[in-house]
């Protein structure tokens, strides 16, 4: 494969912190690339730079001639009145179409981000719509590489579902930053670790994540026995060293060279090894209390919509309960009603004499940008409590991964990840009851997220998860409550069984409408005429969006039954599948907006 975007020995820094040196990196086509690594190691900064935002202090930078780019970042941020349609138009505005055609593209890059309403106001869409629109304004521009920064942050199951078929299915390269690991399972190609703990700064495999791991842990094996044997063979130099030679000789002085060179190597080596990982540890309180929070036939609504009723939950110590649903369908306000913030509208919630309750909310709300990371950490004089004994506060930092320099740094210069640590360092002075945690992922790197799934685990109390990290709420949550959006609520044993009850319960809603429109298409009845061909199409095109919207809900039901991950045959049949279907799908889709524009 050729390649279309690359950086040949980068370099950057970001204040007083190296984050790479000697970084190169190039994108092929159709490749779809993950980046991973610690955070604060530069993946942000890696993915601007090939986009082209920002500017390395070394190196180059090449993209192939007329290749195209789309880059879309962390943060959705649109003009407050724009709609849909027009912050997707607004991407063509340098393309040189008529109106015609950029009417035709933009119709078809919004039905494949799934909108229904061209005329929606941006401003007035949930996170993970906005990030749908974000990358609908990229896709009509129709580039060659496609560069996502933290895309499933804010998208629900459902948003990351499409988004991993999108990106599988589209005829272009991707690059992504991401932390999710099933995303990254079911997505990527390859990986590149972003890492000062390799040579070049970076380690790159082919392969799903598994693979990568599986690869990694080998060259990290391979790089400790190097280390070894050099650290043998320095320290068999410096007793020859401490005897004192005389550099008299040519090969005496060779020798003596060659010994500091090793040394040197192997200080190399050594500080590449030296990595960290956040320790991460929640205070849990001695309560025996086994009723903590007790909710009976609650129910909630929001303006004119019911977002659940009848709903019975009982969090007692060691129920890890999962919050699942829909962007919009009411995860944060059950929360906030379980924890007293709101009162039901029926049903009530009672909750243990003096119940201590920890709560993280997914916006780090409670974090001020302009305070220095060490009032951050440690809000009084120069020491934490924790559990009971005072922890001076460079060894809390040290804790979380922050060195004694960046402590007079204020927290709007910390990355997303290094914010979502001084987060929890807040939350892990606090003795808990409960823990309440609203998207506790967002921004972690994958060993602070393991590290945190296994503190987890340990926590005694009862807590409530809402998070779209599939793999830790496998992992973690001992129950879930499904929220459908539509004012039903349920609970399930975990979040496979949820998946299914929905498939079933789409299956039985396709099958209840066959007669009915899709609502991507509702519209007038053609006002022109049609060629007799064309009318035919046009009168089958509904029936045909439906048979094929069906056939891909089924493609991806069958995807992702466990039952066929361990037969690779299997998979591969079921990948084929998925992928015609979506084919199928957008194809349909893409026809219609084109007879559509035949009639305007």
């Not at 560069?147 to 579902?161: Q, V, W």
Request: one cysteine or more; a negative charge.
């Amino acid at each position: 494969m050729a390649l279309v975007l690359s950086v040949s020995d980068i370099a950057k820094t970001h204040g007083s912190r190296r984050l790479f040196s000697g970084l190169s990196l190039g994108v092929e086509e159709d490749a779809r690339l993950g980046l991973i690594g610690p955070n604060g190691s530069g993946k942000t900064t890696l993915l601007e730079i090939l986009a082209g935002v920002q500017k390395a202090d070394e190196g180059e930078r090449s993209i192939r001639k007329l290749a195209r780019l789309g880059y879309v970042p962390q943060d959705s941020r649109f003009e407050d009145e724009r709609t849909v349609f027009g912050v997707v138009d607004g991407s063509l505005d340098d393309a040189g179409l008529d109106d015609a055609e950029r009417s035709v593209r933009v119709s078809v890059a919004l039905s494949k981000a799934g909108f229904e309403s061209e005329g929606l106001l941006a401003r007035t869409l949930s996170g993970g719509w906005k990030k749908r629109l974000s990358v609908a304004a990229e896709l009509v521009r129709e580039p060659d590489v496609l560069l996502l920064d933290e895309p499933t942050n804010h998208l629900d199951l459902d948003g990351i579902a499409w988004l991993e078929r999108l990106l599988k299915t589209e005829r272009l390269a991707a690059v992504f930053v991401s932390h999710d690991r099933y995303f990254l399972e079911n997505v990527a190609s390859e990986l590149a670790d972003v890492n000062p703990a390799y040579p070049g700064g970076v380690f790159r495999a082919s392969g799903s994540y598994s693979q990568f791991l599986e690869k990694r842990e080998e060259h990290l094996a391979n790089q400790s026995r190097q280390r070894e044997t050099l650290a043998n063979l320095v320290k068999t130099e410096i007793e020859w060293l401490r005897r004192g030679p005389k550099a008299r000789t040519g090969k005496s002085r060779a020798r003596i060279d060659k010994a500091h060179g090793m040394i040197s190597n192997l200080d190399e080596m050594q500080s590449r090894a030296r990595t960290g990982t956040a320790t991460i540890d929640f205070t849990a309180s001695e309560r025996k209390t086994k009723r903590l929070i007790e909710a009976e036939g609650i129910a909630k609504t929001l303006g004119d919509r019911k977002l659940f009723r009848d709903l019975d939950v009982l969090l007692a110590p060691g129920v890890r309960l999962g919050v699942l649903g829909p962007n919009g369908s009411g995860k944060t306000t059950l929360l906030r009603t379980l924890l007293g913030e709101l009162e039901p509208d029926e049903g009530k919630v009672s909750r243990a004499n003096a119940v201590r309750i920890v709560k993280l909310d997914q916006h780090r709300a409670t974090l001020d940008e302009a305070m220095p990371l060490k009032r951050a950490l440690c809000p009084d004089g120069d020491s934490v409590m924790y559990r009971g004994e005072m922890v001076h506060v460079v060894a809390w930092a040290k804790r979380f991964l922050f060195q004694k320099e960046q402590l007079e740094l204020p927290v709007s210069e910390l990355s997303g990840g290094e914010r979502a640590r001084v987060a929890v360092a807040e939350l892990m002075r606090q003795e808990a009851d409960v823990l309440a945690l609203d998207e506790p992922t967002n921004d972690l790197d994958i060993p602070t997220l393991e590290v945190l799934e296994q503190n987890l685990l340990d926590f005694p109390g009862a807590m409530l998860l809402i998070t779209h990290d599939r793999y830790l709420l496998d992992r973690v949550a001992t129950a879930v409550v499904g929220l459908d959006g539509d004012g039903d609520a349920a609970m399930y044993a975990d979040y496979r069984q949820w998946e299914a009850a929905r498939a079933a319960k789409r299956k039985r809603s396709v099958s209840d409408t066959q007669t009915e429109k899709p609502a991507a298409i509702v519209q007038a009845k053609p006002k022109k005429k049609l060629s007799y061909k064309d009318q035919l199409e046009w009168d089958g095109m509904e029936q045909k969006i439906l048979e094929a919207e069906e056939e891909l809900a089924a493609a991806t039901a069958h995807m992702e039954e466990p039952a066929n991950a361990s037969d690779a045959e299997t998979v591969v049949q079921a990948a084929a599948r998925l992928e015609k279907a979506q084919a199928e799908v957008d194809s349909l889709y893409e026809r219609w907006s084109a007879l559509e524009e035949k009639l305007a």
